[in-house]
């Protein structure tokens, strides 16, 4: 048996027994590309009333696993870069029909799996396994990313009025350790809960709903924050074991992203529903948009968000600077800045600009019960 923090796999696209993703509740994953053991694995999902999900790599690959209540991966596909490249995450299974040789066995404990089933020996503790995940699904949560193309473009305040919007139980996560800490933005620095300097420690399966509750929490919110008395860096391995873990248990997760750090962007975006770019309607702000859209994949397929300025560039011209249409514009709100100053946390009624904003964002991610597009 191998155990600890998992992750999961998939059949070829082209197969006759895919089952398409577009239903209502996630399904288990199949990871495999053996006949004789996709025979014998969707015989016992079939005995425990599931229908499989199959794939092999791709965006395809990496969203099933990411939704799917219970994967099982073949030993043949073990040792392919897909399946490799994948994350941790609970509820991975590897199934084999013969005793697993060493490298593979190096390879599973990897990949944390919960355990390595022997058919037919197992197959009643595999079926029991499927059963149970099927009695219980995995409804995830949604994750956004939120960045600046500058500077002051105001992507922690979008961050911070898209987890606001999401209340009540959402997670907004602090990448930037240089910011400030994002708990003053919601006015939370004086609520009890841990902050940045000790948590970067964690890697892999982290309990969502223990990092949930040891957080500062304001207006529905969990806020995890840099500290104001000790700047650590954020390894890239600790963002994202936060937010899948918020993910898991359920929660609508926010990270605000920092700029020059491209390890700690590119490890949130790989996971994220939605990447917004937030861009200040000026020249240079529009341009250093276009390079990172350009030139860093992990952001090329990122919404753009223009924040208004006075006497700046309009809509129309941010996107023909940055080479694509822009989704939405915030605009100039007179009582952003006072409010944070204040300490009160960013206005989002139907009426203000971040609040239009918000919805309009949450407006582009997959309803609660119908998997990801």
Do not use: F, K, Y
């Not at 998939?10 to 399904?27: D, E, H, K, N």
């Not at 991975?92 to 029909?97: F, K, L």
């Not at 994949?297 to 560039?313: F, I």
């Amino acid at each position: 048996m191998v155990t600890g923090p998992p992750w999961g796999g998939a059949v070829p696209a082209s197969s006759s027994r895919l089952t398409p993703s577009a239903g209502r509740t996630a399904r288990p994953l199949v990871v495999s590309t053996d006949e004789n053991l996709l025979d014998d694995l969707l015989r016992l999902l079939a005995a425990a009333g599931a229908e499989a999900e199959l794939a092999t790599g791709g965006p395809a690959l990496r969203r099933a696993h990411r939704d799917a209540p219970l994967v099982l991966v073949g030993a043949d596909v073990l040792p392919t870069a897909p399946v490799q490249a994948l994350p941790r995450r609970p509820g991975v299974v590897v199934v084999s029909g013969a005793e697993l040789p060493p490298a593979d066995w190096a390879t599973a404990v990897e990949l944390g799996a919960e355990r390595v089933a022997l058919l037919p020996a197992d197959e009643a503790w595999l079926l029991s396994r499927c059963a149970a995940a099927v009695r219980s699904p995995v409804e995830q949560g949604w994750l956004v990313a939120v960045g600046g193309s500058c500077g002051g473009a105001g992507a922690s305040t979008v961050a911070g009025a898209l987890a606001l919007a999401a209340a009540p139980g959402a997670l907004l996560v602090d990448g930037d350790t240089g910011g400030g800490g994002l708990d003053l933005l919601l006015g939370a620095e004086r609520v009890e809960g841990l902050r940045w300097p000790e948590l970067t420690g964690l890697r892999g399966r982290v309990a969502g709903d223990a990092l949930l509750a040891s957080l500062p929490e304001t207006d529905g919110v969990h806020v995890l924050a840099a500290s104001r008395a000790e700047a650590v860096p954020i390894p890239p391995e600790a963002l994202t074991a936060v937010a899948l873990a918020g993910r898991a248990a359920g929660a609508p997760v926010v990270v605000d992203l920092p700029r020059g750090e491209p390890a700690l962007a590119e490890a949130v975006l790989a996971e994220a529903d939605l990447a917004v770019l937030v861009v200040p309607g000026r020249l240079r702000a529009a341009s250093a948009a276009r390079l990172m859209l350009d030139r860093a994949a992990s952001w090329s397929a990122a919404a753009v968000v223009l924040r208004a300025v006075p006497g700046g560039l309009s809509r129309e011209e941010v996107a023909g600077v940055v080479g694509r249409p822009v989704l939405a514009e915030l605009g100039h709100d007179r009582a952003a800045v006072p409010r944070g100053e204040r300490g009160e946390p960013p206005l989002i009624s139907a009426r203000s600009p971040l609040g239009a904003l918000a919805r309009r964002l949450l407006a582009q991610l997959p309803r609660r019960g119908e998997a990801a597009a």
